[in-house]
């Protein structure tokens, strides 16, 4: 299924790769960027984040971390008030490791499949 986040992540691909950028999409792996691009032999790592509106990027504990061991090739692209049927702004954030951010601690209470669907009905 397609969702605004996907589709605002493949805009910023596609702009990459409209640069001239050589894309490898690394979303999926849980490694801290989105994608890792190339071009004349430099390497950048980029995080994409997006909103419907106004945008408070937060990062993952490895997001963070390879910011801070990235730096300046660690980039983020910011894609605020996306709508698909709309031309993307990006906004380029190199080495976010710089900046000054808030730790949050949040906590998150997990339903594995294998004991919601045990308990399954019909619509009430």
């Not at 894309?23 to 790592?45: E, M, N, P, Q």
């Not at 504990?61 to 990006?90: C, G, H, W």
């Not at 906004?91 to 294998?114: C, F, G, K, N």
Request: with cysteine; charged share 25%.
């Amino acid at each position: 299924a397609v969702s605004g986040w996907w589709d605002a992540q493949q805009t910023v691909r596609i702009t990459l790769e409209a640069a001239g950028w050589t894309v490898i999409d690394t979303s999926g792996l849980k490694v801290g960027y989105d994608f890792k691009i190339v071009k004349a032999g430099k390497l950048k790592l980029i995080e994409v984040k997006s909103s419907v509106g106004i945008c408070a990027a937060t990062l993952t504990k490895t997001e963070y971390e390879q910011a801070v061991a990235m730096r300046s090739d660690f980039v983020l692209a910011i894609v605020e008030n996306f709508d698909s049927a709309s031309p993307a702004l990006i906004q380029w954030v190199e080495d976010p490791a710089r900046l000054q951010m808030t730790i949050r601690h949040t906590i998150e209470y997990a339903l594995p499949r294998s004991i919601w669907r045990k308990h399954t009905s019909k619509i009430p």
